[in-house]
């Protein structure tokens, strides 16, 4: 599986964003996608994520009720929409899979830099 991130950009606080994760191939069924980001030199921060299968979606306190994670089966795409935007949210945003039951993830694709002015 290879994935392929887009949609950063640059706004300004309280504007929304969606960013895409094309993944390469069909069979996503056993696993994991996620989104994380990181904003040097803070820690790489895992942000959402969602089961492919059945669609069960979770996220970080940090984002909870700003953000949200969906997945098109028929595109191929976990996007993550970012509404109400705040400076701090300002890092290189990831998307990432894994087969569901391990720990880590190990497919990761580009960044995708977001930057939100105050």
């Known amino acids: 599986v290879q994935l392929q991130a887009s949609g950063g950009g640059l706004v300004q606080a309280g504007d929304s964003l969606r960013l895409s994760c094309a993944a390469s191939?069909?069979?996503?069924?056993?696993?994991?996608i996620a989104w994380f980001r990181q904003a040097p030199p803070k820690d790489r921060e895992w942000i959402a994520g969602?089961?492919?299968?059945?669609?069960?979606?979770y996220y970080a306190d940090s984002v909870k009720d700003r953000f949200t994670i969906s997945r098109d089966k028929v595109k191929n795409t976990v996007y993550l929409q970012m509404n109400t935007l705040k400076p701090d949210d300002t890092a290189v945003y990831y998307c990432a899979a894994k087969f569901r039951g391990l720990i880590d993830y190990n497919i990761w694709g580009q960044g995708t830099l977001v930057t939100v002015s105050s």
């Open positions: 191939e069909r069979t996503l069924s056993n696993y994991v």
């Open positions: 969602v089961t492919w299968s059945d669609n069960n979606r």
